[in-house]
Nanobody, 125 residues
Framework: QLQLVESGGGLVQPGESLRLACAAS????????IGWFRQAPGKVREGVSC????????KYADSVKGRFTISRDSTKNTVYLQMNSLKPEDTADYYC??????????????????WGKGTLVTVSS
């Protein structure tokens, strides 16, 4: 059974850091493009970052560029999202998703076939 499980969310103060993890089971992550998305209450789901299966190229939303870093550890079949200098506007449920390269349309959620259940990140003083 193909499954993605996010972890690492929590409550932090502005300026602090968190590292989210997206662990896969039932398939090999490096064969898929992996996207991180987030959704705040009352807002649409937005793409945060993506690592493509074809060449490992990375994409970031303008709102997180320079603060967030996506990476992949093939030995652990896990993708990470390092989040530094967190801001209150980063508060959201964070989801990882997997899709076949050539089919994903990041930052839109189209083409991502497998989704985790999310982890909550709250940035507040």
């Amino acid at each position: 059974q193909l499954q993605l499980v996010e972890s690492g969310g929590g409550l932090v103060q502005p300026g602090e850091s968190l590292r989210l993890a997206c662990a896969a089971s039932g398939f090999t992550l490096e064969n898929y493009s992996i996207g991180w998305f987030r959704q705040a209450p009352g807002k649409v789901r937005e793409g945060v970052s993506c690592i493509y299966a074809s060449d490992g190229s990375l994409k970031y939303a303008d709102s997180v560029k320079g603060r967030f870093t996506i990476s992949r550890d093939s030995t652990k079949n896990t993708v990470y999202l390092q989040m530094n200098s967190l801001k209150p506007e980063d508060t959201a449920d964070y989801y990882c998703a997997a899709g076949r390269f050539g089919e994903v349309d990041w930052p839109l959620p189209y083409g991502f076939d497998y989704w985790g259940k999310g982890t909550l990140v709250t940035v507040s003083s």
